[in-house]
Structure formats: structure tokens, C-alpha cells
């Protein structure tokens, strides 16, 4: 296939050995993890899945990305996280997608690997009103995801340019230039989330946090991405869920918007008062 896979991690030793057999079930032509200072067994678990282990200090996520595309020797380098876990055949299947679309990035839909909770449910049927629509989108996550690796020689994952805890700032600096393609494609990948509230409140500060630091690096973006939280979220796409009868979406939806809301404003106004 020519492929090689990027797995970036920090203290995954709970979710990296399920990750990295169902990458080997697909039969990549590489796997590199590239470990962010892990001071579990991360690396240990790792290493017994593949030699390519590279270990950074001091690093980010925008950066270990950067470092094991940079590691990488084939022609598409596959971007996949701790969380998702692969059926057979999605690598291929992606890469067909990529190929169909004539994206130079294709992303994966999502659906949940387990409904342990209404969470769960709720955040499978929100992937089914915003994200699961194959073809061109403005925007897409960087991971579970396939690109050509000749897109890095034109932008990398930089994080002298994009110094956040998130790393979507890529894809917004993609898209500001002419001739890329990218989107959603067919293929479907399952990502695991621990099913508890308190685990998914904390995922939601996290995106919060780091859609303010996107907005403090991009302050003509604030009034979008204010609209983007605190109205499209909990209004919106919770009408659009309920119109679709995705109930467990309608709670969920509110939830989302409004959290990373109060987390987006708060780190704007903390970074104002340095």
C-alpha cells in the first residue's frame, strides 16, 4: 500500500496495545509512534509492536507530529491516535477514498468503538449530524486520517508557528492556501472514550483551551468561533438533532458548546491580562 503510520503518544498505556494491533491487522508498511515523554509503560508496549519508537522531551503534539511524518518512508503517512481502533481493511480503504475524492487528505468518518453510555451514544449520533458526510469540507480533524506525504513539503505541522495544545491550527493554515483538497471520505473508524461524565467534561476543556489559543494566534477568527460554540452547538445542530430524533445528540450538543465556550473565553481573557 505504501503507507506509514504516525501514532503520537503520552502516558497511552492503557489505550496504546489495543491501537496498535488493530493498525497491524491492516498490515501498514510502517509503524512509527513517536512518544511525547511518557513516564508509564507506553514506549515499553510500544516497542513490541514496532522498532521505529521515537522518544522526545520538552515537545508538543503539533510537533511529534511533525517528527514522525519526517521519520516516515512512504509515499502516504496515515495520522492515528491511541483512541482509534481499526477494522481490517480501513487503512486500504481510506487510501481508496483519498484516491476517489482526489483529496491530498482524507479523513475518517467516526463512530464510537463501545456505547458504554448515553456519552457515548450522544457522541456517535453528533458525529452523524456534523462530521459523517463524505466529500469536500472548510474544515477537518487531523487524525484518523490519510495524507500524501509530498503536502509536507509545501506546510508542516510547526509548532514555532502553531505553539497549542491542539493541532487543528494546521488545517486552518491549509486551508489558506490555493490547490489542496481535503475532506471526509466513506470509511468509517471507531474511537474509544472512557464513558464516564467527568472524563468527558475534561476532553471538552481541552478543546476548549485550545479553541482560545486558536482564536488568541487568530483574533479575526473569535467572532466565528464564538458563533461556532455558543450558538451553532447548543442551537443549531441540537435543533437538527432533534428534527433527526438523535436525542442522546440534543443534551450532548448543549453540553459541548457551552463548556468549550466558558474554557475558549477564559483562556482569551487570561491571555489579555499577561
Known sequence: MGISVVVCIKNEEKRIKDCLQSIITNNP???????GGSNDKSVEISRRFTDKVIITSNSSLTRDRQIGIDAAIHKYIAMIDADHRLEQNDLESLLKD?????????QAQLVSFRNDSWLNKAEEQMWEINHNHPGPRDMIGVAPAIYKKDIFEIINFDDTITKTIDDTDFIYRLSQLPGISYGIGATKVAQLHNPLFASYMKKLKWYGIGDGEFCIKHPSRINSMLYHLFV??????????????KIFAFPYLILQGFTRGFWAVKTILQANRI
Open 232 to 245: 451553532r452547538y447548543p442551537f443549531v445542530y441540537s435543533s437538527k438533532a432533534l428534527i433527526k430524533m
Open 98 to 106: 483519498l484516491k476517489t475524492y482526489k483529496f491530498d487528505i482524507v
Open 29 to 35: 508498511d510502517e509503524i512509527i509512534v513517536v512518544d
